[in-house]
Each structure stands twice: as C-alpha cells, then as structure tokens.
C-alpha cells in the first residue's frame, strides 16, 4: 500500500501531505551516523555540514572508524569546532561502539525500541537522537520523534493543540500519531516540511 494513501485518511494531515512524496534510505557506518547527529546537535544546517567536513578532512576525507576516532586526540577534535561536551560525547560514542561490537548489520536486525534501549545508553546520546538515525540512517518507517520541536509545532497548528501543558500536548500527540501507524516517519517527514514552508 501506497503509505500516503494511509496518512491521507486523517483528513487534518492532509494539507502537510499535499503531492508530495518521501523515500527513506538505508545508509551505512551507523557510528558515524550517530556521532554526525550529536556534532550536528542544535546547529544549523550549514554550520553542522562545515563542522561535519572538517572532522572528514581530519581523517584526509575518508570515513573514520570508531577506533580511528577514539584514538584521535581530544584537542584535535575540539579544534574543528566542538564544544567539550560534544567531544566528549563523540569520543563516548566511539568506545561504546567498539565495547559493544555496534556494526551496521547487528542494528539492522534490532528492533526500534531495542535500539533506543541499547543507544540512550551511551552519555550524550538521547532518544531524540536515536530516533533520528532510526529514520535518516536505518530508514525506518514508524518512527515517531514526539520531542522533537518542529514536530511539536506543526503538530500544534494542525490539530490545535494546547503548547501550554507540554505532557498533556505530547501525550494528545502520541495518540493522533497512532493512526499513521505503520508509516509515523513519514507523517513527521511531512510535517518538517510542512512547518517550513510556512
């Protein structure tokens, strides 16, 4: 089935769907994908693209491992524009990678929530985050980031949501989200770039 013929059926939905249609992709090295996050973590698009290749240009362009990132120096990381928390959780990332033998294929074959459980582990690493490389780098289909503020925003205009109360507006948030089910990543693709274009 055609997922925007499901989400068309919540007829409040329908404006932030319009023609438009998303592909999800399946990308590879999910270390780095999720140190890519937490680098990228509230930047913008452009600062956290010119951070992010700064970082590739410490490894001459190429994609580092995670024992390749542990073993870079702090300062150096620092250098290219990282906060000292950031570096540390990047560097956390990096040996709980290789501690927990996190390779691409053994997080493909977990379940979502098993992946958040596993991840949030790591100090720095937030369901947030996890979600994100849940849909952008697993390409997962139902995937539902209710803390996410563009999310919560576009949610807010669209159905008419109290903001004032936040547990009660995420908790009105998660049951709308209930009838996209299978296809939640996306309805909140949809969402992003609905709330954009307004």
């Given amino acids: 089935m055609d997922y925007t013929e499901h989400l068309r059926k919540d007829k409040k939905l329908w404006p932030a769907i319009g023609n438009e249609k998303h592909e999800?992709?399946?990308?590879?090295?999910?270390p780095l994908r999720l140190m890519a996050s937490i680098m990228s973590q509230q930047?913008?698009?452009k600062v956290a693209r010119v951070i992010y290749q700064r970082f590739l240009d410490l490894y001459k362009g190429k994609e580092p491992?995670?024992?390749q990132v542990l073993d870079t120096p702090f300062e150096k990381l620092r250098a290219i524009g990282l906060s000292n928390a950031k570096t540390?959780?990047?560097?956390?990332?990096?040996?709980?990678?290789i501690a927990h033998r996190i390779t691409d294929s053994r997080l493909q074959k977990m379940g979502n929530d098993d992946i958040v459980d596993l991840l949030t582990q790591i100090k720095?690493?937030?369901?947030?985050?996890v979600e994100m490389l849940l849909m952008f780098t697993l390409g997962r289909e139902d995937v539902f980031a209710v803390d996410?503020?563009?999310?919560?925003?576009?949610?807010?205009?669209?159905?008419?949501?109290?903001?004032?109360?936040?547990?009660?507006?995420?908790e009105?948030?998660?049951?709308i989200s209930e009838k996209w089910n299978p296809y939640r990543t996306y309805a909140c693709l949809h969402l992003?770039?609905?709330?954009d274009d307004k």
């Fill in 24 to 30: 999800l992709e399946l990308r590879k090295n999910i």
């Fill in 43 to 45: 930047l913008s698009t």
């Fill in 65 to 67: 491992s995670p024992r």
């Fill in 88 to 97: 540390q959780y990047v560097h956390n990332v990096a040996a709980f990678c």
């Fill in 124 to 129: 720095g690493v937030g369901r947030w985050t």
């Fill in 148 to 170: 996410d503020l563009g999310i919560q925003q576009a949610m807010t205009k669209l159905y008419r949501l109290d903001a004032a109360d936040k547990k009660k507006m995420k």
């Fill in 172 to 175: 009105r948030m998660l049951k």
């Fill in 192 to 195: 992003w770039r609905w709330k």
